[in-house]
């Protein structure tokens, strides 16, 4: 079955460079989010979207991360000026709705050197 | 604020024993639990919820959870644990005022065979 799709599943780049993650979420969910994960941590909220508009970005650490969803359905998380501290696993999820079970994809493990 | 605490970095169980996996959690008015586990290098899976009824939540591969008000807790639970079971296992909040789940740190099950 078509689950949450993140790409790529792993991402090298050097520190100050420019990141873009993609998500393709379950088809026909509208509800979509951003996490990063650190080793040993629970996800930590970024954005969530209700369908194009980002309804929450107030986890987004800085300017340097943004994120669009701008046909309602995939998602890309841009990453500017990339930091060594940027290195976490960034998960996507896709909901029918804001309380109900979300869906995760497997990540994009991102390192910066 | 909301927040999820699992006090225990680790469970270790032997096969054919029950576990408890512990979460508490704290939240400004009546909250949906959740619970995640987590296999390496994948995303989060969905095990159950709580939403309202009930307060013995039945989910997959024969978990369960139960919601206790007075204690603000949520254990997960299994009768008879499965070597297979072993993974990292979170639990997540969400309450009215916030878009999106708040997670625990996390705790790893080892079941032993």
């Known amino acids: 079955g078509a689950g949450v799709s993140q790409t790529p599943s792993n991402k090298v780049t050097e520190k100050g460079k420019y990141v873009e993650l993609r998500c393709d979420p379950i088809s026909g969910h509208t509800a979509l989010y951003w996490y990063r994960q650190s080793l040993g941590q629970g996800p930590e909220f970024l954005i969530y979207f209700q369908g194009t508009g980002a309804a929450d970005d107030s986890g987004l650490p800085n300017d340097r991360f943004f994120a669009v969803r701008p046909e309602g359905s995939v998602s890309t998380l841009k990453i500017q000026r990339t930091e060594r501290g940027d290195s976490a696993v960034y998960l996507c999820a896709s909901s029918q709705g804001q309380n109900q079970p979300q869906h995760f994809g497997d990540g994009t493990r991102l390192s910066i050197l | 604020a909301q927040s999820v605490a699992q006090p225990e970095d680790q469970v270790n169980v032997a096969e054919g024993n029950p576990l408890t996996v512990k979460c508490t959690y704290s939240v400004s008015g009546n909250p949906y639990l959740f619970w995640y586990v987590q296999y390496p290098n994948r995303g989060l899976q969905f095990l159950l919820k709580?939403?309202?009824?009930?307060?013995l939540v039945k989910g997959s591969y024969g978990f369960e959870a139960e919601f206790n008000k007075s204690q603000t807790s949520f254990h997960l639970k299994k009768p008879s644990a499965l070597v297979s079971d072993s993974a990292l296992y979170f639990c997540a909040v969400i309450s009215p005022g916030y878009s999106t789940l708040t997670f625990g740190k996390g705790t790893m099950l080892l079941v032993s065979p």
């Open positions: 709580y939403i309202t009824g009930d307060n």
